[in-house]
């Protein structure tokens, strides 16, 4: 990880090699590939594998390297069981397909991350960072950055090697953010998700007292930073049944708080089997379902969903096609 692979090397030291080399252009896309974190391995656990993963992404956010993670899935033959991923791999149980929570850890990562670039001027400093690194052996990791809209999110760690189960001590120190620009400071936890204000030390304006310190990433922001709209989740599971001349959809909706659900249909002309989609129906955001009477014969149908709310509409369910014979 961002400690016990890289050592002394770094994909920041191995980019500014490649790109200083005689006869390389400077601007090619630089990726750090395949990484993972195995929870089934050894050593890890899910637990794991939700600290490690935020904190690839992190880690090389601030040396300019985009990173890819390898095998976002389980294969779907069950080839691959359950020991990648973000979701769960076949394994015919009831676990298929759901979320590890390292799924809403960079979840929490992308929402805060995503659109925001490293800024070196932003200082992170502890006068325990010493004591810190010589009790757990352990250095640790702070940046600065700041979105397309000059608001600024500080995220730190400690570059630890997790252990299964969450087991890590309670570690606390006082940290300053040095020109972060920061009025009101939250404090998030980027796994859990978890948003708490906290405050400047008195007769300060950039110093925090006790702030927690794990082998996981927090991250200290302004509580208006939060300031994108939330749209509702998609729907989910959306099956068809026709009886007739009916089809007859259901689906699952999902948070959010949608205060409505739209259904769209496409149907093919017989040579073309995809047109162009139509809304066809509004409904009430608690509706799971809706029968559309008066399908044609011979014509290729298909319908989405989507959830809507106050700040504009979810993306779109998965997709059922049938076509009448």
Request: aromatic share 12%.
């Amino acid at each position: 990880m961002d400690y016990g692979a890289y050592l002394n090397e770094s994909p920041r030291q191995l980019r500014e090699l490649v790109t200083h080399y005689p006869g390389i252009k400077p601007d090619v896309p630089f990726f750090d590939d395949e990484f993972n974190s195995i929870p089934s391995w050894t050593g890890s656990d899910e637990s794991v594998q939700a600290k490690y993963v935020p904190r690839g992404f992190i880690y090389n956010l601030a040396a300019g390297v985009k990173t890819f993670v390898w095998l976002l899935a389980a294969g779907t033959d069950g080839n691959e069981y359950d020991d990648f991923g973000l979701i769960h791999g076949v394994t015919n149980h009831e676990s298929d397909w759901t979320p590890r929570p390292v799924f809403y850890a960079l979840q929490n990562t992308n929402a805060l991350f995503s659109d925001t670039s490293f800024d070196p001027s932003i200082e992170i400093d502890s006068p325990e960072l010493p004591a810190l690194r010589r009790h757990t052996g352990f250095p640790f990791m702070g940046y600065g950055f700041r979105n397309r809209n000059g608001k600024t999110i500080v995220a730190y760690w400690l570059a630890a090697h997790s252990q299964p189960s969450n087991v890590f001590p309670p570690l606390y120190a006082t940290m300053s953010l040095k020109n972060s620009g920061i009025v009101h400071p939250v404090l998030v936890d980027i796994v859990s998700g978890e948003i708490k204000p906290v405050e400047w030390k008195r007769g300060t304006t950039d110093t925090l007292d006790l702030l927690p310190v794990k082998d996981s990433i927090l991250a200290v922001t302004d509580e208006n930073y939060f300031d994108w709209p939330v749209l509702p989740e998609a729907p989910s599971s959306l099956n068809m049944f026709v009886a007739g001349k009916a089809a007859k959809l259901t689906w699952q909706v999902h948070g959010g708080d949608p205060t409505a659900v739209i259904v769209e249909r496409q149907i093919g002309d017989g040579v073309q089997e995809q047109g162009p989609w139509d809304r066809i129906a509004r409904l009430p955001a608690t509706a799971t379902e809706y029968t559309e009477s008066g399908v044609k014969r011979g014509q290729a149908f298909a319908y989405r969903v989507r959830a809507v709310n106050a700040n504009g509409e979810s993306a779109y369910s998965n997709i059922v096609r049938v076509r009448l014979r």
